[in-house]
């Protein structure tokens, strides 16, 4: 027995600690037995029939068919949807930590009976609360209070503490923001009680409100489709596939759990469950290899927040970015995927420089893999097998779509199953994977073909998924269910298959056990929501508050002061703003909480900047920091699910975490200043060209936080990596202090310079005036598309700005209510004795290619690179 397995048995409190972490955080951490856990499990499983029967067209079949009308529309099924969450949060996590486990006390059935009574009662009486829209009677009042209050309790035992005291403050801002104690900054008018929960849970604005729509709608589905995929073994196999293609390089588990870790993200909804799913098999590994607890937990920490941030899902927030931005969800994927590809592939090289530092190695391979040559052709195989996979989506399904119009679903279908009992059969000639110990010493790598032979047949369903979203071009709804029900054939059938391809009989066995994996896999997914549901319901709370009180435009001011008007201070407020807002807070809630406060900060203030930024480049901005949160001390929930399974101290496992993550806190800020990291409006050349100067430029960020390159780095050094690194990343910051970026043209020409743009063209200029609470000078830059030729007033009018010459001054009008202008220049004082006009108009200036600065950083590396090179005393890779 080895000294780590002997720790390991010494400290039985590991593995129980993340069952009941996992328990309290995911799905529950009430088991019960006999009826009552019946009726637990059974209320789960309908709950997961139900998503699946709204998103199906089986409704309006059954409603031709019978005459009862059986389809649910969007506010129907957000007001199901709350109540089975309101239920199960009462039923499956305890209210207390005394609270008993092993059974359901009366007031909790009470409490499941009341939440879901103030959900139904909007479903039954819709006709009447239609009908006196903005007049609540009695009984409205009292089913809204009720299910505020329930919801609040629900969120309290499915959540924690840090999500109640959110809510409650903007609750508390509604009602009492009148008040004379409260700041002058942040004082508004205040709401009566009737007409503050007719807001909150009468009407689509708050509670049942966007978030809690995407979750109905969209987000459900994908979070059962990751747990179907668990459930047929899919996390297993992910898991051990990365181990025997990684295993064999210095500090390989510490790289294989990033890479599993990463394919985790392509179904788990969170950082906490992809922690605990790959950690208890990594972890040990790593403390084995040679890193330390804290680092050991530390990586996986940095591992599985990332996986939050990676395409398609997201942590479940993809979704709700695509809502809040109007960027379709294919967009979005493109928008976010290389940001997460390089900080991957970024923390894969931070993994790889510890292990230099620490001198580590490998696991033993099967066999050696050959000279240089064979190892050089296997990597090229890889490569090409991806790309064939990824021509035959592409290509391949749209070509049955083309040769076989009206048969594209049967074609496609068709080729599903000729493609699946194909790999099931290859599958079923090599022995199932076995779940491995992680305490039992790994003597000799598994060879990665035996293991990857085994579960091809799982990529089957994120290959119908991603056909249903870029090639179909289907809603994200209807893809996640095709391939969910993709999912649900595969765990029916593949057992029993198996068994029939090897000869073995059994037939009716392995049917059974497909069916309880289908069974588990229902309820898991549905219990894996409970959280996600109640989350976005109470964020529900916090977007109400925010559309009721205008509150972001006080956040925006406040922000704004404090920054004293400088860019990079009010990103940097930003981000720590959304640091703190998104501790001890699930995906979806915290990506909820801090789009809606900080977010129109961010667009405000760049606007008076002169910083025109793409909405979704403003989300991902914060996004990004709020879920950094997950691994950030105090809270850092992800820091000590890792550390119970390291045995590490939390703190300072949070503290390493963040150390890695440092390369993912600088990519927001890089994308603000430079949106093509995001993929806008480049081409797909370009893109590759993005894709391999971004990737360079964050290893060497990389190696300069860390101290390390091909040697250990002087401090001088590390700032030479760091500025060639910035260089590479923003080349035009250099050029903005060469040759400036536009061109400015009197304002008095814009009626002229809007005639003469181009069709669909658009116009830049710089908008100035009295501000109408302080009567103090202030500017805003915006964009204006022109639409269709004409006369230049004409088409500013269209596009919601009057303007008229006066004095040889450009004069804007008030806007209308209602036109695109009309809330960004609300601020403005149309009515004061100094006008509101056009103080000029910019125009991109013709200036060298950036790319230009280029050369000295990489000289300047080169130079780096000779010095290093005489102090390497191991191989750099």
């Known amino acids: 027995m080895n000294n780590e397995t002997a720790d390991r048995q010494n400290s039985p409190r590991a593995a129980p600690d993340v069952d009941v972490m996992v328990a309290e955080v995911e799905t529950g951490a009430r088991h019960c037995a006999g009826v009552t856990g019946k009726?637990?499990?059974?209320?789960?499983?309908?709950?997961?029939?139900?998503?699946?029967?709204?998103?199906?067209?089986?409704?309006?079949?059954?409603?031709?068919?019978?005459?009862?009308?059986?389809?649910?529309?969007?506010?129907?099924?957000?007001?199901?949807?709350?109540?089975?969450?309101?239920?199960?949060?009462?039923?499956?996590?305890?209210l207390l930590k005394s609270s008993p486990r092993d059974r359901v006390p009366f007031y909790d059935w009470v409490l499941a009976f009341a939440g879901a009574s103030a959900c139904l009662y909007l479903l039954y009486f819709k006709e009447d609360i239609a009908g006196r829209a903005g007049l609540p009677t009695t009984a409205d009042l009292v089913f809204s209070s009720l299910g505020m209050v329930t919801l609040a309790i629900a969120v309290f035992r499915a959540l924690g503490l840090p999500l109640v005291i959110v809510a409650s403050v903007f609750v508390f801002y509604v009602f009492f923001g009148h008040l004379s104690f409260m700041p002058d900054a942040l004082m508004w008018k205040g709401a009566s009680y009737s007409k503050a929960l007719w807001h909150y849970w009468m009407q689509t604005e708050g509670v049942f409100g966007v978030a809690l729509g995407?979750?109905?709608?969209?987000?459900?589905?994908?979070?059962?489709?990751?747990?179907?995929?668990?459930?047929?073994?899919?996390?297993?196999?992910?898991?051990?596939?990365?181990?025997?293609?990684?295993?064999?390089?210095?500090?390989?588990?510490?790289?294989?759990?990033?890479?599993?870790?990463?394919?985790?993200?392509?179904?788990?909804?969170?950082?906490?469950?992809?922690?605990?799913?790959?950690?208890?098999?990594?972890?040990?590994?790593?403390?084995?290899?040679?890193?330390?607890?804290?680092?050991?937990?530390?990586?996986?920490?940095?591992?599985?927040?990332?996986?939050?941030?990676?395409?398609?899902v997201m942590g479940a927030a993809a979704f709700l970015i695509s809502e809040f931005t109007g960027v379709s969800y294919p967009e979005l994927i493109k928008h976010a995927f290389l940001p997460a590809v390089i900080s991957y592939i970024a923390l894969v090289y931070i993994v790889h420089l510890e292990a230099l530092k620490l001198g580590l190695k490998g696991l033993d391979r099967p066999s050696p893999m050959g000279t240089l040559a064979s190892r050089l052709a296997n990597v090229l195989f890889g490569f090409l097998f991806v790309a064939v996979i990824a021509i035959v989506v592409y290509y391949g399904l749209g070509w049955i779509k083309v040769v076989l119009p009206g048969m594209g679903f049967w074609g496609a279908t068709l080729l599903f199953l000729a493609g699946y009992l194909a790999l099931l059969s290859?599958?079923?000639?090599?022995?199932?994977?076995?779940?491995?110990?992680?305490?039992?010493?790994?003597?000799?790598?598994?060879?990665?073909?035996?293991?990857?032979?085994?579960?091809?047949?799982?990529?089957?369903?994120?290959?119908?998924?991603?056909?249903?979203?870029?090639?179909?071009?289907?809603?994200?709804?209807?893809?996640?269910?095709?391939?969910?029900?993709?999912?649900?054939?595969?765990?029916?059938?593949?057992?029993?298959?198996?068994?029939?391809?090897?000869?073995?009989?059994?037939?009716?066995?392995?049917?059974?056990?497909?069916?309880?994996?289908?069974?588990?896999?229902?309820?898991?997914g549905a219990r894996n929501m409970i959280g996600i549901g109640v989350a976005t319901g109470a964020a529900g709370v916090i977007v109400g508050t925010v559309s009721l009180t205008g509150l972001h435009q006080v956040v925006g001011e406040f922000v704004e002061f404090l920054s004293g008007g400088s860019l990079m201070a009010m990103l940097l407020l930003v981000a720590v703003m959304s640091l703190l807002l998104g501790m001890g807070l699930p995906t979806t809630a915290n990506y909820i909480v801090v789009s809606s406060l900080m977010a129109p900060v961010i667009v405000s203030v760049g606007e008076g900047s002169g910083l025109l930024l793409p909405l979704v480049a403003v989300h991902l901005f914060v996004f990004y920091f709020g879920i950094l949160a997950d691994d950030t001390p105090p809270v850092g929930l992800a820091a000590f699910a890792a550390a119970a399974i390291s045995g590490g101290d939390p703190?300072?496992?949070?503290?390493?975490?963040?150390?890695?993550?440092?390369?993912?806190?600088?990519?927001?800020?890089?994308?603000?200043?430079?949106?093509?990291?995001?993929?806008?409006?480049?081409?797909?050349?370009?893109?590759?060209?993005?894709f391999c100067v971004a990737v360079v430029a964050m290893l060497l960020f990389a190696a300069a936080t860390q101290g390390y390159f091909l040697a250990r780095s002087r401090i001088w050094e590390s700032l030479a990596l760091l500025l060639?690194?910035?260089?590479?990343?923003?080349?035009?910051?250099?050029?903005?202090?060469?040759?400036?970026?536009?061109?400015?043209?009197?304002?008095?020409?814009?009626?002229?310079?809007?005639?003469?743009?181009?069709?669909?063209?658009?116009?830049?200029?710089?908008?100035?005036?009295?501000?109408?609470?302080?009567?103090?000078?202030?500017?805003?830059?915006?964009?204006?598309?022109?639409?269709?030729?004409?006369?230049?007033?004409?088409?500013?009018?269209?596009?919601?700005?009057?303007?008229?010459?006066?004095?040889?001054?450009?004069?804007?009008?008030?806007?209308?209510?209602?036109?695109?202008?009309?809330?960004?220049?609300?601020?403005?004082?149309?009515?004061?004795?100094?006008?509101?006009?056009?103080?000029?108009?910019?125009?991109?200036?013709?200036?060298?290619?950036?790319?230009?600065?280029?050369?000295?950083?990489?000289?300047?590396?080169?130079?780096?690179?000779?010095?290093q090179r005489r102090r390497q005393t191991v191989p750099a890779f």
Request: glycine share 8%; with cysteine; proline share 7%.
């Open 214 to 312: 995407v979750s109905a709608s969209m987000i459900f589905l994908f979070v059962l489709f990751g747990s179907l995929l668990e459930k047929a073994g899919a996390g297993s196999y992910f898991i051990k596939l990365a181990f025997a293609l990684l295993g064999h390089l210095r500090g390989g588990p510490a790289k294989a759990a990033v890479v599993a870790s990463a394919l985790s993200g392509l179904y788990s909804g969170s950082s906490i469950a992809n922690v605990v799913t790959t950690g208890t098999f990594t972890i040990p590994l790593m403390k084995r290899t040679g890193f330390t607890a804290e680092k050991a937990g530390a990586v996986e920490v940095a591992s599985s927040t990332n996986g939050q941030l990676t395409p398609p």
């Open 651 to 690: 703190i300072r496992t949070g503290i390493q975490g963040f150390a890695y993550d440092i390369r993912t806190a600088l990519l927001p800020f890089l994308f603000v200043f430079n949106t093509e990291l995001l993929l806008i409006d480049v081409t797909p050349l370009k893109a590759v060209f993005i």
């Open 426 to 524: 290859a599958a079923a000639r090599h022995p199932d994977l076995e779940p491995d110990d992680p305490n039992t010493p790994i003597d000799v790598l598994p060879r990665p073909w035996d293991v990857a032979i085994t579960g091809f047949h799982f990529i089957l369903p994120i290959v119908i998924l991603i056909w249903c979203i870029l090639i179909e071009r289907l809603s994200p709804t209807l893809s996640a269910y095709w391939a969910t029900m993709a999912m649900i054939f595969i765990v029916l059938t593949q057992r029993p298959l198996k068994q029939f391809m090897r000869g073995q009989g059994a037939f009716a066995a392995g049917f059974r056990q497909g069916w309880g994996d289908f069974v588990e896999g229902m309820i898991a």
């Open 724 to 867: 060639v690194a910035f260089t590479l990343f923003r080349p035009g910051f250099w050029l903005d202090y060469l040759e400036p970026p536009f061109v400015d043209h009197p304002g008095a020409q814009i009626l002229q310079m809007a005639r003469d743009a181009p069709a669909d063209g658009d116009i830049r200029f710089v908008i100035e005036g009295p501000d109408f609470n302080t009567g103090k000078t202030d500017t805003l830059t915006v964009r204006v598309g022109l639409g269709a030729p004409g006369d230049g007033a004409e088409r500013l009018k269209r596009a919601g700005l009057v303007v008229s010459e006066a004095d040889g001054k450009a004069l804007l009008e008030e806007p209308f209510p209602g036109t695109p202008f009309f809330q960004k220049l609300s601020g403005y004082d149309f009515y004061g004795d100094t006008p509101v006009e056009v103080a000029k108009i910019e125009t991109e200036a013709e200036r060298m290619p950036k790319e230009i600065f280029y050369i000295p950083a990489l000289a300047l590396l080169g130079f780096v690179v000779m010095l």
């Open 39 to 94: 009726i637990i499990l059974a209320l789960a499983f309908v709950w997961s029939c139900f998503q699946l029967y709204i998103a199906s067209s089986t409704p309006f079949f059954l409603t031709e068919l019978t005459g009862i009308n059986l389809v649910f529309n969007n506010q129907e099924a957000r007001q199901i949807h709350l109540a089975f969450a309101l239920v199960l949060a009462m039923l499956a996590y305890p």
